[in-house]
């Protein structure tokens, strides 16, 4: 019941990032800077986002390594998503894209960790005017399919 949970938690974050809206840190809560420094200190943010459920998502490199860590408004680190080589995904991960989405390619990768330390892996590809985002679990079992529109980035 608790895996329920916490990938019904993962789902909704990962899906709230379409929604987001660019903000400056002097509209971020003091609780999530504190926080974020305290997790990654010394690091520098390239960009905060505010989420559609309120919270916040910020943007940085660690080690040259793109990465973003989302906050909920109290300062709790939620899930941190770290971009990765595609060839470091579980092999299941590009079977199912290529028996899913014939002619299609995997375009970036990403490794999310949750805050009880929960793995899953993104796969980004693009196929005609969509970006579509696929959410598989630790084994590369798939998930959930996320839909953006590259023009207005619709979800479905």
Do not use: C, R
Not at 23 to 29: F, S, Y
Not at 63 to 84: H, P, Q, R
């Amino acid at each position: 019941m608790k895996s329920i949970i916490i990938t019904s938690a993962i789902i909704a974050l990962s899906t709230s990032s379409a929604s987001a809206q660019k903000v400056k840190e002097t509209e971020v809560p003091k609780a999530i800077i504190s926080s974020f420094q305290t997790h990654f200190k010394g690091v520098k943010v390239d960009a905060w986002d505010k989420e559609k459920n309120g919270e916040f998502e910020v943007e940085f490199k660690m080690n040259k390594v793109e990465m973003s860590a989302n906050f909920s408004n109290d300062g709790t680190l939620m899930e941190t998503e770290e971009e990765i080589a595609i060839s470091t995904l579980p092999k299941s991960v590009e079977e199912y894209v290529i028996k899913n989405y014939l002619g299609s390619k995997i375009e970036e990768a990403a490794k999310i960790t949750d805050a009880s330390g929960k793995i899953t892996y993104e796969a980004e590809i693009e196929k005609g005017k969509e970006e579509i985002e696929l959410i598989f679990d630790a084994n590369g079992q798939f998930v959930k399919k996320m839909v953006e529109a590259k023009d207005d980035k619709k979800k479905d």
